[in-house]
């Protein structure tokens, strides 16, 4: 493990996810960046929102469609705090996102590197690069955190 400083879109997704914790929400969070710029972000807002398809990610994405004007996303990052899951992979996918940066994996419910593996598919639409681990000791304790207090 190395001494560096995480990049900035993923401090700000950490960011977020310490946003989602103090409003009761599960600590994920996401940025998404186009030719270096944030473009959007967002925290998970599922009882917020009242909506069981508001994750970070797809509400990174929506936000990040309307800064463009487009429903593909093309050459943007996706700088998320936990491995995505089925929904958000397929999401993903449709909105052609280049590159996925991920803090922490998911046993349980990602859809990246475990379960489905949405991008390892032969009908997948889109494989964005993927890269996993950075940040990944800081989102893990976020989540483990948030899930002991509720115990």
């Not at 996810?17 to 959007?40: Q, T």
């Not at 009242?50 to 593909?72: K, S």
């Not at 996303?73 to 705090?81: A, D, F, I, K, M």
Request: glycine fraction near 8%; include cysteine.
């Amino acid at each position: 493990m190395n001494n560096w400083p995480l990049p900035p879109p993923m401090q700000r997704a950490l960011a977020a996810a310490r946003a989602a914790a103090d409003a009761g929400e599960v600590p994920i969070g996401a940025v998404i960046v186009k030719d270096g710029v944030v473009i959007a972000e967002a925290h998970n807002s599922p009882r917020a929102d009242h909506d069981p398809t508001a994750h970070a990610e797809i509400l990174a994405i929506r936000r990040a469609a309307q800064v463009l004007g487009d429903e593909r996303l093309t050459g943007c990052e996706l700088w998320v705090t936990l491995e995505p899951c089925a929904m958000c992979a397929g999401a993903i996918q449709h909105a052609r996102i280049a590159r996925l940066y991920y803090a922490a994996s998911d046993p349980k419910g990602g859809a990246v590197e475990h379960g489905a593996r949405v991008f390892d598919q032969p009908q997948a639409l889109h494989r964005p690069e993927v890269y996993s681990g950075m940040g990944e000791a800081e989102a893990a304790d976020l989540l483990k955190g948030f899930f002991r207090e509720r115990r």
